[in-house]
């Protein structure tokens, strides 16, 4: 689960330039598509389909959220019939309230901190399996809660961690007052969850990249913290109070750049098969939903 201190080296010098570049420019915004692809055949990745899109973020390479593009064959809104939009009444004012509704929502600007983990603390996304097998599992979004305090958690992503059994990470956390600290580049693999599946109609997705854990779902998931509120921290299910606004607000405009549909958005809990894990507690998607369906990019994947 180790990486090439060199190859860490050169990745991180890399991404500093690229910051670097798009600061002096001031151009935070810039309306050209650009997409950043890894080149190593063994990281996941590498597969055409699975572009990486740099977007709507102040860093962008750390802030690049796993975009897919729609292929032939995946499931796509398209697809579906148009929804009629509703008619308002002469007078009624309920279409221009949900526009301003929307304008606050879609405006919204988080601030962005880059933290990286100990390269210790995570690896790259494998196209085969310990097996051999090739792997080619969609996107799935990991949400999860610190437990402790956000700084806690990153600095326990900070530390090097020789053995495999304490290597740990988040691709992203968002703090209590919703700043959103970037801490695994998405093109890698965190260690959020350990003995772990997805499971759909179809069957449970996993991957195996290591003879001695179970399989997981980290090859394919991009792990999303929230801090855990102080009234439930160390595991206290007496209280937690739950998270906040902008907490909330901030999950909501990481996800709208993704094109992770609304079903491959799940919790450590579900994912997790020890029975061990139960965040994010408190977690209320009903919530969420209702500020990720705001934003235009998300109506092909809200289904």
Known sequence: MRRSWLVWAAS???????????????????????????HNPSMFSARAENTITEEGSKYEIAANKLVRQPTTGSRSRSNHAQKTPTQTAPGDNSSSQASLSTSAATSYQPKEVLQLADPSNYGERF????????????????????????SSALNLFARHHPRDEDQVSYHS??????????????????????????????????????????????????????????????????KHSGYTEAQYQSLAWLLARTTVPDYRITTHKAVDRSGSRSDP????PTRLYALLHQYPSRTAYSY
């Open 12 to 38: 991180t010098v890399a991404f500093v330039l690229t910051v670097l570049i798009v600061v002096s420019t001031g151009s935070l915004s810039d309306t050209s598509s650009v997409s950043s692809q890894s």
């Open 173 to 238: 956390l968002i703090s209590l007052d919703g700043t959103i600290y970037y801490v695994v580049p998405p093109e890698q693999r965190a260690f959020g969850a350990g003995n772990s599946s997805f499971r759909t109609t179809a069957g449970e997705e996993t991957v195996t990249t290591n003879p001695g854990f179970p399989s997981s779902v980290n090859n394919f998931a991009y792990h999303i913290s929230l801090e855990t509120p102080p009234d439930g921290q160390n595991n206290s299910y007496s």
């Open 281 to 284: 507690r408190s977690y209320d």
């Open 127 to 150: 196209t085969v399996d310990v097996n051999g097998t090739p792997v080619s599992n969609d996107f799935i979004v990991v949400l999860h809660e610190t437990v402790g305090s956000a």
